[in-house]
């Protein structure tokens, strides 16, 4: 008989997405075994942007600091039209969560840090060329059949967590449908190297009419370029180094070796009809496809998995109720499919090859100008929505509550440096720890905080801290209480009367005496 291997969580695939879940999880204090088919991880650079939330998450395992070595902080975008005219310049508004809205990466460095942080971890047992071959449900647990060169072995979880890419094997053996399209245009996508000029930090959406192309800089000479195909391209000439070189030539010269990589592509626009299967449970690719042309992807997963990472661990450990995982998917959902949608959109725009369509979008682009509102919600690329939960595991603010507070409830906290006891300046997410904090304003810069659960060693669970940049200026002197998940959104805001209310509803999701031992003293 096979050894069986016991653990909480088997995370299926160990991309960006597992290996995120996997660091998470075990910070969380789960024991993890993550697989990956592969030897492995990827060389190939996929993923080349990443919003300020997913850095947020990078910061919070400890591999921020490697990272941004090699990521360009602060990017933008620039929209060319058919005649190659400037249409419009694109920047993220202010950044509020401790990073900049939108930056280029390169996935391979964040995999390899990734796996790093994970083998330091003694929770993580990490299994490369292993194969997920059969999962079986059961009331309790759930068992996986690996494969992999010393033959069969059987991991019995408590729950599985696949991450196992847009094929998802795993989904396929569940039976998940999956809702939506895919794109008729095939591209190709060209990663360079060697490239000796200082990036600009904006990407470039050629959208000329003839042959869309996008061109996103990066750093230590990284560029990449997309290209879509026309019907009469021949898809394994155009991967060819003459064809690949000519192709860029109105961009940049570049030699044979200068190619990192070429693959030909085409995009999908899909969400799986259900996150969960019994004690299976899908996130990044394997639970949602999206084109390219919004970046958004790898955030979309990454955001799964910070969601749902904190969920899990309650589940497992007993202080969640299976209430709280099923917000897992009533959360997450809702925004992947407008990623979706958004994706899809802008691949329109910028793939059109009409010469009327395209006369009209380059006149109503430049039209937004004449109109503020329009030409801001572009300008800040405002169209990147970030996650607003009102249903889930949050509490609906309450119709007397200030609109400053009210606004925070169901999205994600604001991450400015804080003044610590010590005189010390620090990033908030490192005075919160992993687990729920409570937050008060009385009056000036000082915010009272209580956290539970998880807490960094060395302080206590109960502190004052200062906002150096006076980012919650408007709530100061309130006495408002911010009740904070460990995934950093704002399950409730409430005043010192609704407390006990507020944590009596969150019930329904985690205990309320976990919470109630960290409400912050009420004044007189």
């Given at each position: 008989?096979?050894?069986?291997?016991?653990?909480?969580?088997?995370?299926?695939?160990?991309?960006?997405?597992?290996?995120?879940?996997?660091?998470?999880?075990?910070?969380?204090?789960?024991?993890?075994?993550?697989?990956?088919?592969?030897?492995?991880?990827?060389?190939?650079?996929?993923?080349?942007?990443?919003?300020?939330?997913?850095?947020?998450?990078?910061?919070?395992?400890?591999?921020?600091?490697?990272?941004?070595?090699?990521?360009?902080?602060?990017?933008?975008?620039?929209?060319?039209?058919?005649?190659?005219?400037?249409?419009?310049?694109?920047?993220?508004?202010?950044?509020?969560?401790?990073?900049?809205?939108?930056?280029?990466?390169?996935?391979?460095?964040?995999?390899?840090?990734?796996?790093?942080?994970?083998?330091?971890?003694?929770?993580?047992?990490?299994?490369?060329?292993?194969?997920?071959?059969?999962?079986?449900?059961?009331?309790?647990?759930?068992?996986?059949?690996?494969?992999?060169?010393?033959?069969?072995?059987?991991?019995?979880?408590?729950?599985?967590?696949?991450?196992?890419?847009?094929?998802?094997?795993?989904?396929?053996?569940?039976?998940?449908?999956?809702?939506?399209?895919?794109?008729v245009q095939k591209w190709i996508v060209v990663d360079t190297v060697n490239n000796?000029?200082?990036?600009?930090?904006?990407?470039?959406?050629?959208?000329?009419?003839?042959?869309?192309?996008?061109?996103?800089?990066?750093?230590?000479?990284?560029?990449?370029?997309?290209?879509?195909?026309?019907?009469?391209?021949?898809?394994?000439?155009?991967?060819?180094?003459?064809?690949?070189?000519?192709?860029?030539?109105?961009?940049?010269?570049?030699?044979?070796?200068?190619?990192?990589?070429?693959?030909?592509?085409?995009?999908?626009?899909?969400?799986?009809?259900?996150?969960r299967a019994g004690h299976v449970l899908l996130a990044g690719d394997a639970a949602?496809?999206?084109?390219?042309?919004?970046?958004?992807?790898?955030?979309?997963?990454?955001?799964?998995?910070?969601?749902?990472?904190?969920?899990?661990?309650?589940?497992?450990?007993?202080?969640?109720?299976?209430?709280?995982?099923?917000?897992?998917?009533?959360?997450?959902?809702?925004?992947?499919?407008?990623?979706?949608?958004?994706?899809?959109?802008?691949?329109?725009?910028?793939?059109?090859?009409?010469p009327a369509l395209t006369a009209i979008r380059d006149f109503a682009v430049t039209?937004?100008?004449?109109?503020?509102?329009?030409?801001?919600?572009?300008?800040?690329?405002?169209?990147?929505?970030?996650?607003?939960?009102?249903?889930?595991?949050?509490?609906?603010?309450?119709?007397?509550?200030?609109?400053?507070?009210?606004?925070?409830?169901?999205?994600?906290?604001?991450?400015?440096?804080?003044?610590?006891?010590?005189?010390?300046?620090?990033?908030?997410?490192?005075?919160?720890?992993?687990?729920?904090?409570?937050?008060?304003?009385?009056?000036?810069?000082?915010?009272?905080?209580?956290?539970?659960?998880?807490?960094?060693?060395?302080?206590?669970?109960?502190?004052?801290?200062?906002?150096?940049?006076?980012?919650?200026?408007?709530?100061?002197?309130?006495?408002?209480?911010?009740?904070?998940?460990?995934?950093?959104?704002?399950?409730?805001?409430?005043?010192?009367?609704?407390?006990?209310?507020?944590?009596?509803?969150?019930?329904?999701?985690?205990?309320?005496?976990?919470?109630?031992?960290?409400?912050?003293?009420?004044?007189?």
């Open positions: 008989m096979d050894k069986v291997i016991d653990t909480d969580v088997l995370v299926i695939g160990a991309g960006p997405i597992g290996l995120t879940a996997a660091n998470l999880l075990a910070d969380q204090g789960l024991r993890v075994v993550i697989v990956e088919r592969n030897p492995g991880t990827s060389d190939d650079p996929r993923a080349i942007s990443v919003t300020d939330e997913a850095l947020r998450v990078m910061a919070q395992i400890g591999v921020m600091d490697k990272l941004a070595e090699d990521v360009l902080l602060d990017t933008g975008a620039r929209y060319y039209g058919r005649r190659g005219q400037l249409l419009a310049e694109a920047r993220p508004a202010r950044p509020r969560l401790g990073h900049p809205g939108k930056s280029q990466f390169d996935q391979p460095v964040m995999e390899s840090l990734l796996l790093e942080a994970a083998r330091q971890r003694p929770l993580i047992d990490v299994r490369f060329n292993t194969e997920a071959f059969r999962i079986t449900d059961s009331p309790d647990h759930v068992d996986t059949v690996l494969i992999d060169d010393h033959g069969k072995h059987t991991v019995r979880a408590k729950w599985v967590l696949a991450c196992d890419g847009g094929r998802s094997p795993v989904r396929s053996q569940l039976g998940i449908p999956m809702e939506g399209s895919t794109q000796t000029e200082e990036p600009e930090k904006f990407s470039e959406f050629h959208c000329n009419g003839t042959r869309p192309a996008v061109i996103v800089p990066g750093v230590k000479g990284r560029r990449r370029y997309e290209f879509m195909l026309l019907p009469e391209d021949d898809v394994k000439k155009v991967t060819e180094p003459e064809s690949i070189i000519e192709l860029i030539a109105p961009f940049q010269r570049i030699a044979a070796e200068d190619i990192r990589r070429s693959a030909v592509y085409v995009a999908h626009q899909r969400v799986a009809l259900n996150y949602h496809m999206m084109p390219p042309f919004a970046g958004q992807a790898l955030n979309a997963g990454i955001r799964d998995v910070a969601n749902l990472a904190w969920k899990l661990a309650a589940t497992i450990q007993g202080t969640g109720t299976d209430a709280l995982l099923g917000t897992y998917q009533t959360e997450r959902r809702p925004h992947a499919a407008d990623m979706v949608r958004l994706s899809h959109r802008i691949g329109k725009v910028v793939m059109n090859v009409n039209a937004l100008g004449i109109i503020p509102a329009a030409k801001n919600w572009l300008a800040g690329m405002k169209f990147l929505k970030q996650p607003h939960f009102t249903e889930g595991c949050v509490i609906a603010p309450a119709k007397d509550l200030p609109k400053a507070a009210a606004a925070l409830v169901g999205r994600s906290l604001f991450q400015p440096d804080v003044r610590l006891s010590t005189g010390e300046t620090a990033a908030l997410d490192t005075v919160l720890g992993t687990g729920w904090a409570l937050l008060r304003f009385p009056a000036g810069p000082s915010i009272e905080i209580r956290t539970t659960g998880n807490a960094p060693s060395g302080l206590d669970t109960t502190l004052t801290i200062a906002d150096v940049t006076g980012a919650f200026a408007p709530l100061a002197g309130s006495n408002v209480t911010l009740i904070v998940r460990p995934d950093r959104y704002v399950a409730a805001a409430t005043t010192t009367s609704g407390i006990d209310a507020a944590l009596e509803s969150l019930a329904t999701y985690v205990p309320g005496h976990l919470l109630a031992s960290a409400a912050p003293a009420q004044t007189p």
